[in-house]
């Protein structure tokens, strides 16, 4: 590699990092204030705890913005190299384009690589490890879920007000139960109170003094046309709030997500040797079957796209040749929704397994890879 390759390959790997490090905040910042922000400011995890979480939120974050960061890198590096007609100077020297991109090319079989390992590994077992130690840290800790003053809707099926907390003892506590479509069924008023966690239920057990119950109609509880049943109790201790939806996380979709190639290789397995299921069953487990198959292709593409991006955006930075970094990365924004869209439209028919959409997931790789060599060979033929 002489100079020039050395040049265009920092240049670009520079412009690349510092774009890779803030796509994957903007990646990773939703699910930080979402999932940690709370608990951080309850007490219920430690601040180191915070930071190795958000570290992990990150790692899986680099899986979406490496190919964004690679295309925003080639075309801000390459716009401002053309628009300083540093690469006329280089074609005026006998360079071919393909010969000025080859450092290009490089780093993104580079960060192809990478990205795979990512993908396949370092992520999945990021998102794995994040669930652990969030559990974890919020079971050590299951009362600083109550936060005084606080309207706490953290809970699948309640929703929790105190007025003050001292330990485990609680004063104007408001408790509302909800069903299914969050509408209110009961709501529970007390002077005071305790709140303790029974970990054999992973439930937090309420006990209420002085309470006042208030009961609507199960099957229409937003009908007021009906006086709701409000009897007065001097102890209530039959409430439970299960931490199983904040903790445990049981849904197939996610869990599937999570799994590192050798254990998704194995649900695959699993799935496939599993005994057809009565005809009712069947659509469900063929949609279990195809969206792993998806969540592998998937993961394989989000590798190729490095690569691709990489090639679409040598000739759109030379062809561009702007200076200014806003319309580099608006024309790399609009270019990376529609890669995204494109993938999020195929994986929606993971319940037509007759389509086969983990093959049709490769289309917005080859349409990209297309229309990079079909650009590559008419600025190359100028």
């Given at each position: 590699m002489n100079l020039l390759d050395r040049h265009l390959f920092v240049s670009v790997l520079a412009t690349c990092a510092a774009a890779v490090g803030l796509f994957a905040f903007v990646v990773a910042l939703p699910s930080v204030v979402k999932e940690l922000l709370g608990p951080l400011l309850a007490g219920t995890i430690s601040f180191g705890t915070f930071a190795h979480l958000v570290w992990l939120i990150f790692v899986f974050?680099?899986?979406y913005a490496l190919p964004s960061g690679m295309l925003t890198g080639v075309l801000l590096t390459l716009?401002?190299?053309?628009?300083?007609?540093?690469i006329t100077a280089m074609r005026s020297a006998g360079l071919s384009l393909f010969r000025i991109a080859r450092?290009?090319?490089?780093?993104?079989?580079?960060?192809?690589?990478?990205?795979?390992?990512?993908?396949l590994e370092a992520s999945p077992r990021a998102r794995m490890e994040f669930q652990r130690e969030l559990a974890a840290a919020v079971r050590a800790n299951p009362?600083?879920?109550?936060?005084?003053?606080?309207?706490i809707r953290d809970f699948k099926d309640s929703v929790i007000y105190v007025g003050e907390k001292q330990g485990n003892v609680l004063r104007d506590i408001w408790l509302w139960e909800l069903d299914s479509q969050r509408r209110v069924q009961r709501l529970v008023r007390a002077e005071s109170g305790r709140i303790d966690y029974d970990e054999a239920t992973n439930s937090l057990v309420p006990t209420l003094l002085r309470a006042k119950t208030e009961e609507r109609d199960s099957d229409n509880p937003e009908d007021f046309s009906k006086s709701p049943r409000a009897p007065s109790v001097d102890k209530a201790a039959d409430l439970r709030i299960p931490l199983d939806g904040y903790l445990s996380r049981k849904n197939y979709r996610m869990k599937i997500d999570w799994m590192p190639l050798e254990d998704l290789r194995a649900e695959q397995a699993r799935l496939a040797a599993a005994p057809l299921p009565p005809p009712?069953?069947?659509k469900e487990h063929f949609r279990k079957i195809t969206e792993s198959k998806l969540i592998l292709q998937e993961r394989f593409n989000l590798s190729l796209a490095v690569l691709s991006f990489a090639l679409?955006?040598?000739?759109?930075?030379?062809?561009?040749s702007r200076r200014e970094t806003s319309a580099n990365l608006g024309l790399a924004l609009g270019l990376v929704l529609g890669f995204y869209l494109l993938t999020v439209m195929i994986?929606?028919?993971d319940e037509r397994p007759a389509l086969h959409p983990e093959l049709l997931l490769w289309l917005p790789n080859l349409a990209f890879i297309g229309l990079g060599l079909w650009l590559f060979s008419r600025i190359d033929r100028r």
């Open positions: 974050g680099i899986c716009g401002r190299l053309s628009a300083d007609s540093e450092p290009v090319f490089l780093l993104g079989g580079a960060g192809a690589a990478l990205a795979l390992y990512i993908n009362l600083n879920f109550i936060v005084p003053k606080t309207f009712a069953e069947q679409i955006g040598v000739p759109l930075g030379i062809k561009v994986k929606a028919l």
